[in-house]
């Protein structure tokens, strides 16, 4: 039976990528079997069309700038005084928008989305969800809305705690801001909380209370984070870890 | 970042990554922001890129990221992106698409990030054993023993 060449290994072909022989293999199939010259024409086309589409900045987030009124709020108790401190006075105040490369997020048939950013010396790196991240990192969150009006964001961490990220405080989901990523205007300093830390964006198109959904947060808490909050009805939600790494 | 010219490698597999996540994840809007996830992971990783040919390692960071993406997807409803992932639990057993959903949240949480990527290189790309380890950097036989002890969590979360 024939087999069918995997699009990896097409891709890596056109890249020129692919171990000598496995690249004469290609060739070999290719003299016997036009389909894949054709999936080869394709991807080329792809290629174009993607690359009149999108400039290659707009597959490269670059990293925000931070904005003022930066509070530190610590998230659990433990380990984080001066040291913060210090770091907070050393932070720019001066406000900028996004970078132009930070897209702007549609408001048709998107979805939400949550953006974890870490201060670094020289600035602060935007995380990839699943990255590492240690205790003692300054953290702040970020969101897009996609269009969706209403929305809280709170964040389960490995001890099973609860922390309401926007709003701080209150009983209700705040408006959400529309458009482009909107960073909290607090940052946390991440603790010693074992594994994991997952932060849960909960959005709808009606107001609704905080309570059922923190509440809900604290049940699903019971020794694990949850993937997913168990949500009242007309509620949607997308999440995002860090995998925490032990203190160096 | 930069000095891993980092725009460079967006010119020359932007595409490319950007196909691997439209895809998997069969929204335009949400493949960009995973191609620009996986673009991020490759700087946080940066000098782990010598030695690899860039495109199996763009190849492979963007299904872990797509992987991702889709697991925080179950609560909403089926789609056909699922069907996907759909696959790989079918390679174990077979079961309704919930079922299948259900399995696939309780396998992540079990296993490494880097399995259940050989799962959809092996089940769902048509990779072989040995292209697989060819692009993951392992021996066939840690291969056979991950995609192994993924079908033994399925078994054993079926029953």
């Known amino acids: ?248 | 970042m930069r000095d891993l010219d980092v725009d460079a490698l967006s010119r020359r597999y932007g595409p490319m990554v950007l196909r691997r996540c439209r895809r998997l994840l069969g929204d335009e809007e949400e493949a960009l922001d995973a191609c620009q996830d996986v673009f991020l992971r490759v700087i946080e990783r940066r000098t782990r890129l010598h030695g690899e040919y860039p495109s199996s390692l763009l190849y492979r960071i963007a299904t872990n990221v797509c992987l991702n993406r889709l697991r925080d997807r179950r609560r909403n409803p089926v789609t056909r992106d699922e069907t996907v992932l759909y696959e790989i639990a079918r390679a174990g057993e077979p079961g309704g698409l919930s079922e299948a959903r259900l399995l696939l949240d309780r396998l992540f949480g079990r296993h490494p990030e880097s399995s259940r990527t050989m799962a959809v290189l092996h089940y769902v790309d048509g990779l072989t054993l040995e292209e697989v380890a060819a692009e993951t950097g392992m021996s066939v036989s840690g291969v056979r023993k991950r995609l192994r002890g993924l079908r033994a969590s399925l078994t054993e979360i079926i029953g």
């Open chain 1, 1 to 248: 039976m024939k087999r069918n060449i995997p699009d990896l290994v097409l891709e890596r072909y056109r890249l020129n990528e692919l171990p000598e022989r496995s690249a004469r293999a290609v060739e070999l199939m290719m003299a016997d079997d036009p389909a894949i010259r054709e999936r080869l024409d394709a991807l080329a086309a792809s290629d174009a069309e993607i690359q009149d589409q999108y400039p290659p900045s707009a597959f490269v987030h670059d990293r925000p700038a931070p904005s003022r009124r930066l509070v530190i709020r610590v998230a659990a108790a433990g380990g984080f005084a001066l040291a913060a401190l210090l770091l907070f006075v050393a932070l720019p105040r001066t406000p900028q928008p996004p970078p132009d490369t930070e897209r702007v997020k549609g408001t048709i048939g998107g979805r939400p989305s949550l953006a974890l950013y870490r201060r670094t010396d020289t600035g602060s790196e935007r995380l990839a969800d699943g990255a590492v991240a240690r205790p003692g990192d300054l953290l702040r969150v970020g969101y897009a809305s996609a269009g969706r009006p209403y929305g809280l964001i709170l964040s389960i961490d490995g001890r099973g705690a609860v922390t309401l990220h926007l709003p701080p405080s209150g009983d209700r989901a705040v408006p959400l801001t529309p458009g482009k990523m909107v960073l909290l205007d607090a940052a946390y300093e991440l603790d010693e909380a074992p594994r994991v830390e997952r932060f849960y964006f909960v959005t709808a198109r009606e107001p609704f209370a905080a309570e059922p959904v923190v509440s809900a947060a604290r049940r699903a808490a019971q020794g694990t984070v949850p993937d997913a909050l168990p949500l009242p009805p007309g509620l949607e939600q997308v999440t995002f870890a860090i995998q925490k790494e032990a203190r160096r």
